[in-house]
C-alpha cells in the first residue's frame, strides 16, 4: 500500500532483490521490470502492484524496498524499512510442440534469376502460432531454385523444386516453378533446295528455338529471280504456306512451294519467329506480306536463313537466298 513522503504526497520507492536471504546493504535493485528503482508513487493509500524481471527459473529470493523523498543519492530522505517478501521464480516450462506449418505463398512462379521471399508460420495444436522453435528452410532441387535461412527463393534454371520449411520434425511446403529465360529466335542456317518439279520446290531445314524453349514458327517467301525480303512473297501454296508452324527443335524440316512456274529460276528465304503475324502496334503497320512490327503479342524474330541450289545441283550449302530452276514441263 502507498505511504505518504511526509510531505501530503506520495513517495517514491527504492525496490531491492536477493536470491536466498535479503541483507539490505547488499541487496540488489530492481533494474527491470515496472518495479525499477525509482519507482515514483502515484496515491496514498492506493493498492500498488509492480513486476520484477530478470530472475532465474526455480529459484527462492526475498524482496524489500524502503519509501523516500527528494532525489536518490542527493538529497534523499527516507523512511522505515519495508517488511521481507518472500517468493520463488517458477519452474521453466516446456515450448509448445509444433503440430503444423504452413509456407506462402504455395506456389511461385520465378524467373531465372528472379527471387520471392516466402514465409512459414507455425502453429502448436490448438491452433497458435508459435513464433520461437527453430526454423530450417530446404529445396528438393537446388539446379532449379535455390533458398536461404531466412526463406528467400531464387530461380537457377527452367524447372520444378519444392521448398520445404522444417520445424519440430513438422514440414510444410511450396512449389516453385523457374521459367526458362526469353531469348531472341535462334537462326535457320542450313535452309536448302533439295527438290523441285515443274511447278514446286521442296525446301529443307533444321528447326529452332523461338527464344522461350519451344519450336519457332517461319515466314517462308520467295521471289523470281534475285530475291529482297522486303519485296518478296509469302508462300501461300503448299506446305511451306505461311504460317509455318515449328514441330520439334534440331528436327530436319521439309516442305514444298507450290504453284510455280515452269522452267523459271526462283530464290527463297525464311525468318523465324514467335508470337501471331500481323501483331501490329495500334500505331504501327505492316512492313511486308505476312510481317508487321513488334506489337502486345511481344513479337520477336531472329535473323533471316538464306540458301542456296539448284536443278541438277540440288543441297548446296547454303549461303544467300535458296534458289531453284524449276523444271519444263
Given at each position: 500500500t502507498e505511504v505518504t513522503d511526509g510531505t501530503g504526497l506520495p513517495a517514491s520507492y527504492d525496490v531491492r532483490w536477493a536470491a536466498g536471504a535479503l541483507t539490505w546493504s547488499a541487496a540488489t535493485a530492481v533494474a527491470q521490470g515496472s518495479c525499477k528503482v525509482l519507482l515514483a508513487g502515484t496515491v496514498i493509500g492506493a493498492r500498488r502492484s509492480c513486476t520484477v524481471l530478470g530472475l532465474a527459473a526455480a529459484k527462492a529470493y526475498q524482496f524489500q524496498l524502503v519509501a523516500f523523498r527528494g532525489t536518490l543519492n542527493v538529497n534523499a530522505v527516507f523512511g522505515s524499512l519495508s517488511n521481507?517478501?518472500?517468493?520463488?521464480t517458477a519452474a521453466t516450462?516446456?515450448?509448445a510442440a509444433v503440430a503444423a506449418v504452413s509456407v506462402s505463398p504455395a506456389s511461385v512462379s520465378l524467373a531465372a534469376g528472379a527471387s520471392q521471399q516466402l514465409t512459414a508460420t507455425l502453429k502448436d495444436s490448438a491452433g497458435m502460432v508459435l513464433t520461437g522453435p527453430t526454423?530450417?528452410?530446404?529445396?528438393?532441387?537446388?539446379?532449379?531454385?535455390t533458398v536461404n535461412d531466412s526463406g528467400l527463393v531464387t530461380g537457377v534454371a527452367?524447372?520444378?523444386a519444392t521448398i520445404s520449411a522444417t520445424s519440430g520434425g513438422v514440414t510444410g511446403t511450396a512449389t516453385v516453378t523457374v521459367a526458362a529465360p526469353v531469348t531472341n529466335p535462334g537462326t535457320v542456317a542450313d535452309l536448302a533446295v533439295t527438290g523441285v518439279t515443274d511447278s514446286s520446290v521442296t525446301l529443307a531445314f533444321t528447326e529452332v528455338t523461338d527464344g522461350t524453349g519451344l519450336p519457332a514458327s517461319y515466314d517462308v517467301r520467295w521471289a523470281a529471280g534475285a530475291l529482297t525480303w522486303s519485296a518478296a512473297t509469302a508462300v501461300a501454296q503448299?506446305?511451306?504456306k505461311v504460317l509455318l508452324a515449328g514441330t520439334v527443335i534440331g528436327a530436319r524440316r521439309s516442305c514444298t512451294?507450290?504453284?510455280?512456274?515452269?522452267?523459271?529460276a526462283y530464290q527463297f528465304q525464311l525468318v523465324q519467329y514467335r508470337c501471331r503475324l500481323?501483331?501490329?502496334?495500334?500505331?504501327?503497320?505492316?512492313?511486308?506480306?505476312g510481317h508487321a512490327e513488334p506489337g502486345p503479342w511481344n513479337c520477336a524474330r531472329g535473323a533471316n536463313a538464306t540458301a542456296h541450289g539448284g536443278a541438277g545441283g540440288l543441297g548446296r550449302q547454303p549461303?544467300?537466298?535458296?534458289?531453284?530452276?524449276?523444271?519444263?514441263?
Open positions: 521481507i517478501a518472500s517468493g520463488s516450462t516446456a515450448p526454423l530450417t528452410w530446404a529445396s528438393s532441387t537446388g539446379a532449379v531454385a527452367a524447372g520444378t503448299g506446305s511451306c512451294v507450290l504453284g510455280l512456274a515452269a522452267a523459271k500481323d501483331a501490329r502496334r495500334p500505331a504501327g503497320r505492316a512492313r511486308g506480306v549461303v544467300e537466298p535458296a534458289s531453284g530452276d524449276v523444271g519444263e514441263r
